[in-house]
């Protein structure tokens, strides 16, 4: 295996990983936390350059999450997303890069208007007893909560993950 493998194989399996659970941690906390985020970042920077992405395609990629992070922090600041979403959305672009962005961004509002709606759907259900000692259930089903939206960005993020060059690498 030459090190540009090595190094597509470590991002992969790291990205995968970084992004389940900023998923998986928004739906039960509703927090993205500062460090995962910056660990994602981070390791781009480091990965990237040795799976072989050349500066013209880190720069192109590092644009497009320059945009989405303006696009995001926009959508904080009317509160229409958490400020977790707002980070760890670029920094998925980032990842994807300029040319697999448009279609995650696509996916990560589909996927979040189909959560929306299951969320809406199971809030106005009646909760189990058995649902009621447990925290997160009872955070996610209160109508003053906001949505996990990481959890779409993560879904998205997956969805489209394995359609990008990092995967050509690895084989």
């Not at 904080?76 to 994807?96: C, E, M, N, T």
């Not at 649902?131 to 109508?143: A, F, Y």
Request: glycine content about 8%; proline content about 4%.
């Amino acid at each position: 295996m030459t090190v540009s493998a090595i190094a597509a194989l470590a991002a992969s399996a790291s990205f995968i990983v970084a992004v389940s659970w900023a998923g998986a941690m928004d739906l039960v906390t509703m927090k993205i936390r500062n460090s995962l985020v910056l660990i994602l970042f981070g390791l781009y920077a480091l990965l990237a350059p040795l799976a072989g992405w050349s500066l013209t395609e880190i720069g192109l990629s590092a644009a497009v999450a320059g945009a989405v992070l303006v696009c995001t922090f926009t959508f904080f600041a009317f509160g229409w997303i958490g400020g977790g979403d707002a980070k760890l959305a670029p920094v998925v672009a980032l990842w994807l890069g300029a040319d697999y962005a448009p279609v995650y961004l696509i996916c990560s509002a589909l996927f979040g208007g189909v959560l929306t709606l299951a969320i809406l759907q199971f809030r106005a259900m009646l909760l189990p007893a058995f649902c009621l000692n447990i925290d997160w259930v009872t955070r996610l089903h209160d109508r003053k909560t906001g949505v996990p939206y990481g959890v779409a960005i993560a879904a998205a993020a997956l969805f489209v993950f394995p359609s990008t060059p990092w995967s050509n690498l690895i084989f």
